[in-house]
């Protein structure tokens, strides 16, 4: 799977996709990942990234030039073959107004042959991008970051995850499958005891149906508790 960053802060994503599973995947090749800096593909001497708002306000605004000149030449299209673009890259940004991401969006989107990220900065990103270069804005929950580089990173991590080849763990996939849709069960290693706190009898007792089980149940209980709910004034819907 290939995925396009474009940024303006670069070396957030250095250690990122050179450390755990998402270094794995990047060496071994089943991801290719590209992190663009949008101020390689600014005009001018002092390649301008920003400019105040029209209408007025505080804060700076991505401008569209950069952002637009960046995702078409490094993914080899023109201006004018913005649709066709569209059809082969999910273009991507995002923005805590986005879609609220889930796992079925995760998995929507590590079905695609092809993604690009557009992290969003200072008080906002010219709208004309998100209008006319993107095929989707995405946020990953309903709070506000600074810009969207850990909300892309929280992405590629997610979407990684599901990519074939990636885990290869077939224990971990089976064990996916069977829980799809609920939270993890609680785990436990040794020791048994740990001042005082003992691992639940029924993990410790060699009866495989009984473990199995009681994983259900505490999974199901987890997913109970945890359904999610609106978290905003108002209501939070999946729109937002
Ligand atoms: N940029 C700033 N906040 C964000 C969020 N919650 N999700 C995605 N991108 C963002």
């Known amino acids: 799977m290939r995925i396009d960053i474009y940024t303006i802060f670069t070396p957030i994503f250095e250690s990122p996709l050179r450390e755990g599973l998402l270094g794995k995947a990047v060496r071994g090749g089943v991801l290719d990942v590209r992190v663009h800096d949008i101020r390689d593909h600014a005009e001018g001497k002092h390649r301008q990234v920003d400019d105040a708002p029209f209408g007025g306000g505080p804060g700076m605004v991505l401008k569209p030039e950069p952002v637009f000149a960046a995702v078409t030449s490094t993914l080899g299209y023109g201006m004018d073959e913005l649709e066709k673009l569209k059809e082969k890259v999910r273009v991507i940004m995002l923005t805590p107004r986005g879609r609220r991401m889930d796992q079925a969006v995760v998995a929507e989107l590590a079905a695609q042959p092809h993604i690009a990220l557009i992290c969003g900065r200072y008080e906002g990103v010219d709208e004309r991008v998100t209008e006319h ?108």
């Not at 309903?142 to 997610?158: I, K, N, P, R, T």
């Not at 109970?224 to 905003?232: D, E, W």
């Open 133 to 240: 270069l993107c095929t989707d804005a995405l946020s990953v929950g309903d709070y506000v970051l600074s810009g969207g580089e850990f909300a892309a990173l929280v992405v590629v991590e997610a979407v990684t995850r599901l990519v074939p080849g990636v885990i290869g763990n077939e224990e971990s996939l089976v064990e996916e499958s069977f829980s799809r849709g609920l939270l993890e069960y609680p785990q436990y290693t040794r020791p048994a005891e740990y001042r005082g706190w003992r691992v639940p009898d029924v993990l410790t007792s060699g009866d495989h149906e009984a473990v199995e089980r009681w994983r259900r149940e505490r999974a199901e209980e987890f997913t109970r508790m945890k359904q999610p709910g609106p978290s905003l004034p108002g209501g939070g819907d999946d729109t937002r």
